[in-house]
């Protein structure tokens, strides 16, 4: 097995070792569906982004080891400051041959990067710290300008091939799910996607939309309770759950009719409908609703900004551009929701005005002529108590 000899950049303050078993698969959005407390999860990620960074924090492993480059200097993502901010260790750029690691394999992740399983050197590569992400921060901010002018270039370039989907839209099939004149919400798993959901519960229960899932998003609908009407998506990372929850699927296929996700869904027995179009799986399901006469589209964490799209490794967001085009006033984006309003009211306080009601409800119960009774009769059960333990004490 070859070894990655780059040596490790460090800082001065090193990690301590850790050790669990390795849990690997090449898809990080796949992988964190099984990842537990305690294990070592071993990815091939270029660029690691904010959602699967904070899908990783969530299932709290104790090392992330990265076969790829966190940051490649393509631009200045987020993920590996989320993963050392919340204290898992991160080894970045180790080599292909890591996926080779076995999984369950007890892995020992030492200081200085190096990796060893069943006794043996398996890899080395460098140990993410503050020191080392923000020089590669650096690196990948300075050529972010080239990145944009590549960015504004392939999307210009895609509006001219798919001016159609603005004049004929994208030839939605018949579905079962009546949208007229209802409101529809579109869950995407995007930047701060749950804690928006959260944030969307009032109006969930005021308005009763229609909920699409996509893909992934289809996982968070569910973990909130909420009944899913419909699921979108090439099937990538949606789990079996919510494909079997009986809401309606609709397989996103390339316009040449191919649909890697059809396979998955046909092994699972469960009815679904195929729709070639090109642009994101989010693209499709607001176009569905825009077409299929619904009122209101409220979308939860969509992909529109310059930094979301390269987290997603899209080279252009075209597609985006002409949905909203057309789309137009219908839409509300919802993404952020819960940053625009946060309580300020901290924990204690709350319990001081609970303490503060049951000392006025106390005083107002004392004000009547059964409290007052009470309050005697209480006085007159305690000192007898207090005789009889002074008794017990006396006679002895």
């Not at 992330?64 to 260790?89: C, D, F, H, K």
């Not at 090109?278 to 009122?295: N, Q, R, Y």
Request: proline share 3%; hydrophobic share 45%; glycine share 10%.
């Amino acid at each position: 097995m070859r070894l990655f000899q780059r040596p490790a950049r460090r800082s001065s303050a090193d990690p301590v070792g850790v050790a669990g078993p390795a849990r690997v698969d090449t898809r990080t959005k796949r992988l964190t569906s099984r990842l537990r407390h305690g294990d070592v999860a071993v990815i091939d990620h270029v660029d690691i982004d904010r959602v699967a960074a904070e899908s990783l924090v969530a299932a709290r492993p104790v090392a992330v080891l990265n076969a790829a480059e966190s940051t490649s200097g393509r631009y200045p993502n987020a993920g590996p400051s989320i993963l050392v901010e919340a204290g898992i260790v991160l080894v970045d750029d180790v080599g292909e041959h890591l996926m080779e690691l076995s999984e369950g394999s007890q892995v020992d992740v030492h200081p200085d990067g190096s990796i060893h399983s069943g006794g043996e050197l398996v890899g080395r590569g460098v140990v993410q710290d503050d020191a080392t992400i923000a020089e590669d921060q650096r690196r990948a901010r300075a050529g972010i300008s080239e990145q944009l002018k590549k960015f504004a270039t392939n999307t210009m370039e895609y509006v001219e091939l798919e001016q159609d989907l603005i004049i004929d839209g994208i030839g939605i099939p018949a579905v079962r799910t009546v949208f007229d004149g209802r409101h529809v919400l579109i869950v995407v798993r995007g930047y701060h996607y749950k804690e928006d959901l959260a944030m969307l519960r009032p109006y969930v229960r005021e308005f009763r939309p229609l909920i699409v899932g996509v893909d992934g998003g289809a996982d968070a609908v569910l973990e909130f309770g909420l009944r899913l009407d419909m699921i979108v998506g090439d099937m990538d990372s949606v789990s079996d759950e919510a494909l079997r929850s009986g809401a309606e699927i609709l397989v996103h296929a390339y316009r040449d009719g191919r649909a890697p996700g059809q396979a998955r869904v046909e092994e699972l027995g469960v009815d679904h409908v195929v729709v070639p179009a090109t642009g994101t799986s989010e693209d499709v399901a607001m176009l569905l609703a825009d077409e299929k006469g619904a009122s209101v589209i409220v979308a939860v964490g969509t992909h529109n900004t310059l930094n979301e799209f390269l987290d997603k490794g899209r080279a252009g967001m075209a597609s985006t551009f002409l949905t909203r085009l057309r789309v137009g006033s219908k839409l509300i984006d919802a993404k952020g929701v819960s940053r625009l309003y946060r309580t300020r009211i901290s924990g204690w306080l709350l319990v001081l005005l609970v303490l503060a009601g049951l000392l006025a409800l106390g005083a107002a119960v004392l004000a009547t002529t059964a409290g007052q009774a009470f309050l005697e009769l209480a006085a007159t059960r305690w000192g007898d108590l207090v005789a009889w333990v002074r008794s017990l004490f006396g006679s002895g």
